[in-house]
Structure formats: C-alpha cells, structure tokens
C-alpha cells in the first residue's frame, strides 16, 4: 500500500469511484488485529436483487505492506464453510510475513460469519457436551437457529455466489483492481468461483485443500476418508515398528465399530471448564472422531495406537474427547453454524436428490452418517437450492498452486486434480505426512514464495515423499 494512500486510509478520506460514488473509511484496528493493521465496515445489499432490501455490513481488516510500492494484495477467503475470515489474519502476519514485504493482506468478513451479520447455532457446548454426541445436527437446536436467524437475515442470500460478489464489491471500494487470492479448503471453491466470476482481476491463486465448486458435499467425505485410513492401514503396514505392535489394524477398527453400532458406549471426557462429563458414543460419533483425527497429522500419528488401546480395552475416552475438542474449537464462534448450514443446504445436499446414496457410500467406515446428518438439518433449516448456473465449468489460465495432504479426509489429492483440469497452468504440491491444510508444514516456504512472486517459475516441491511415522507404545507388540 503506498504511503500516501496509507496515510489516507487511515485518515478515512479514501473515495473510490466504481459505477457509483463510495467511501470506505479504515482506521487502526487498536490490539484487535496487531498494531499496524486497519479496519472499516463495508456495507452491502443482503438481496443484491432489490436495493431496498436490508442492507448488512461486512467487517474488512487491511494488513498494510511493509514497502511504500504495493503490489497487487493478497485477498484471503475463509474455509468452512462459515468460518469468520479475521481468523485468517495470522496466516499473513505470522506464517506468511514475507508477504506483507510488498503486498497487502485483505480480509474481507463473509456474510453470515465474524462480525459480519453472523448467524450462530449451538452455543453450550460448553455447558451441555452431550449435545456434540448423537447425531452431528441436533434437529431441535438447528430449527431453533433457524427461528432466530430469520429475526436479522434471510439465509437464501448468504451463499458463495452472493459473497464473491461482495468481495468484489469491497474490493472497488478499497481501490483494488486485481488480486492474488489465498483459499483454504473451503475458501478454495470460494476462490474459483472469484476467478470464475472476475478472470481479469486475478493475478494468481494459492488453493489449499481444493474443494470443486459441483462437489456435492458431504457425499465425497465417505470415499475421501475411507481411502485416508487406508493409507494409514498401509503405511503402518509398511513401518516394521507399527506393522509389528498393530498387526491387526484394519479388524481392530472394524470391531470398533460393529460394538458401537450395536450399543453406544458410554465414556467420560473433560469439558471446556474442566469438570467431567459422560458422553455416549456411537457409530456416527466414533466415525465422525476418526474423520476429525486424520485432519491432523499429529493425531493421526496417534491413531494406530489408539484404535489398537481401544479395542482391547474399550474405552473410546481418546476418540470422544476428539470429536468434543474439535467440536468446541470449530462450533464455538470461529465457524457460523447457520451459515455453514446455509450454504451445504443451497449449494450441495438439492445435487443428491437423485443419487443412491447407500450404494455411492457402502463399504466406507461412515457410511451414509454425514448425508443423513446434512439432510436431516436441511429439513430443520431450510434454503432454496441454488441455480444449476453456479455449477457451471470454467477454464481459467491464472497461476494457480494447488495443495493437498496425503491423508485429507475430506479435499485429498484426487479432489485437486480434479480441478486442476480447469486450471491447466497450475502446480499441484501432495504433501505425503499432512493432513488438511498441507501448506502449513515443509510446503510454508513455497506458498510464501508463490504469493509474492506470483509466478510458477522456480516452484518446485520441498517436501521429502516420507509417509507419517506412527507413534508405537512402549510394551506394544502384536495381538
């Protein structure tokens, strides 16, 4: 950002012309965001069909440069769907900082999450851990939420299509003409759909965790996570240590999951206060916590030596505790659970009206548990399907780096190529020990690079082609 312009900003004099006369006014974020960066409000349309419809504001926090000649920013879109994008604000300011070298990072709120009109579901997690347990969407709290919801927006309008358009919008406002977009997981098909929507204003993309825009989740999940513990099986199978004190894995997990099916079995877990609390677990939970565990690498680390414990013992303690965690974690104000529901409700669940979805999910750990949940909140709080239009394919010639991690249940490597064939000037980087989020680990340093070059010349990927080295518990050895 150049100095004078900075200097405008701040004083909140910036006005940009683009089809009409506006003004967005940044100041200091205070300790918020760090001591340089800058916030304003832009304020949007929620219907952009009817200009007399309720007008909503969206939080926009600027991370300035560091040098006076800008180049073009570094937009970032949150994942999710419904996560708050001011939680992405230290991917610049710490993992990335060379970034800020020469390019602004920009962070503009998705509607429906953050401080930008959020809609909010299942607070008391807390307060009420049974709920995270049987079933993922607890029908009850989703028709209370959406009740609530209708009282300050109407979910139709808060889909991808409606935010890339804000995004575009708030862009005029700040003066941007064209951008390098950074999209994690599900800000990745926010990202295609921007490049979709505006080829000329996108110098070049980083999609991390690729999720295709015609994805139909969560239908994939039960493929994507049946072939990441796969992988897992097999390359315990492949460590003589692993192999050695878990030769019976795959039946060990099997097992797990027949016992739980025919009962849920009760267990204890610390809850966010720290007091105890018992829990049921069944089928879908101890699923859904696998599911969770393989996102990370370190826990699915872990994950041999748990399944092998718990088999044995019982006790589903570690699993329950991990489904509760990440459940707090996610559910607990950085993911908008109204609007994540809004948007599986408009864009993905109407495409699995005609598929047999026992047939697309037998044989997987799963199951049909993640359609049937999705489904099942869908009728609770419902939202009209969007237009075949959104669905619609693109080619685009943008540079564009693609990451994925090897045991990504949810957006692996199959997923990226998939829409690599869309964007044939891409490099796509698998990440053999990450999970969800591979350019975070050995690949960091090449996101950064990418982001300021902007260009595919000279990438080349760091990491060494060398799987997860399973934990092994002293003692442990066979049966």
């Known amino acids: 950002m150049r100095l004078a312009r900075l200097l405008g900003l701040v004083l909140g004099l910036l006005v940009v012309t683009s089809g009409r006369s506006s003004a967005l006014e940044l100041e200091p974020c205070g300790e918020q965001f760090g001591e340089s960066a800058l916030c304003g ?10 200009p007399e419809s309720r007008k909503i504001r969206l939080r ?22 419904g996560q708050a994008t001011t939680t992405l604000i230290p991917l610049a300011s710490q993992l990335y900082p060379g970034v800020l070298e020469s390019r602004d990072a920009v962070f503009i709120g ?46 139709s309008h808060y889909t991808t299509a ?3 358009a804000d995004v575009a919008e708030v862009l005029d406002l700040l003066g941007y003409e064209r951008i390098v977009i950074w999209g994690g997981s599900g800000g990745t098909r926010i990202g295609q759909a921007f490049i979709r929507e505006n080829p000329e204003r996108v110098l070049a993309a980083v999609l991390d965790g690729v999720t295709p825009i015609d994805y139909a989740m969560p239908l994939p999940f039960s493929e994507y996570a049946q072939r990441a513990w796969q992988r897992v099986v097999d390359d315990c199978t492949s460590q003589p240590d692993c192999a050695g004190a878990y030769p019976a894995l795959a039946a060990d997990f099997d097992a797990l999951l027949r016992s739980v099916a025919e009962a849920p079995v009760s267990t204890v877990i610390s809850a966010g206060d720290g007091s105890p609390a018992t829990v049921q677990v069944g089928a879908g939970d101890l699923a859904y916590a696998v599911r969770g565990i393989l996102y990370n690498s370190r826990a699915t ?9 718990a088999a044995r013992s019982g006790d589903l303690s ?31 669940i109407p495409r699995l009206a005609a598929v047999d979805i ?53 957006t692996p490597d199959l997923s990226a190529e998939r829409v690599q064939r869309s964007l044939p000037n891409s490099r796509h980087i698998v990440v053999r020990n990450s999970g969800h989020g591979a350019g975070f680990t050995c690949a960091r340093s090449v996101v950064e690079d990418f982001l300021v070059s902007a260009s595919l010349d000279g990438v080349v990927d760091p990491c060494a082609d060398e799987p997860i080295h399973f934990e092994v518990r002293a003692g442990e050895s066979g049966g």
Not at 118 to 134: K, N, R
Not at 396 to 406: F, H, M, R
Request: proline share 6%; with cysteine.
């Open 41 to 50: 409000w832009a304020e949007v349309s929620e219907d952009r069909a009817d």
């Open 60 to 81: 926009v926090v600027v991370l300035p440069s560091r040098g006076e000649a800008a180049a073009e920013p570094v937009v970032m879109f949150p994942g999710g769907p």
């Open 110 to 155: 998705q509607r429906g999450s953050g401080e930008s009109n959020a809609m909010h579901c299942l607070e008391g997690l807390t307060s009420d851990p049974a709920l995270v347990f049987g079933a993922l969407w607890n029908r009850e709290r989703m028709r209370e939420c959406h009740e609530r919801t209708l009282e300050f927006a109407d979910p």
């Open 162 to 164: 409606e935010y890339v």
């Open 301 to 309: 680390a872990k994950l041999p030596a748990e399944i092998h414990r």
């Open 318 to 348: 570690f699993f329950a505790q991990s489904l509760y965690d990440r459940a707090r974690a996610l559910l607990g104000g950085v993911v908008a659970v109204g609007l994540h529901i809004a948007s599986y409700c408009a864009e993905d």
């Open 358 to 410: 026992e047939a697309a999910t037998r044989g997987t750990f799963i199951g049909s548990y993640l359609v049937d949940e999705y489904r099942g909140a869908c009728e609770a709080f419902p939202v009209p399907a969007a237009s075949q239009e959104w669905y619609r394919a693109f080619e685009s010639s943008v540079p564009t780096l693609l990451l994925s991690g090897y045991y990504d249940p949810s």
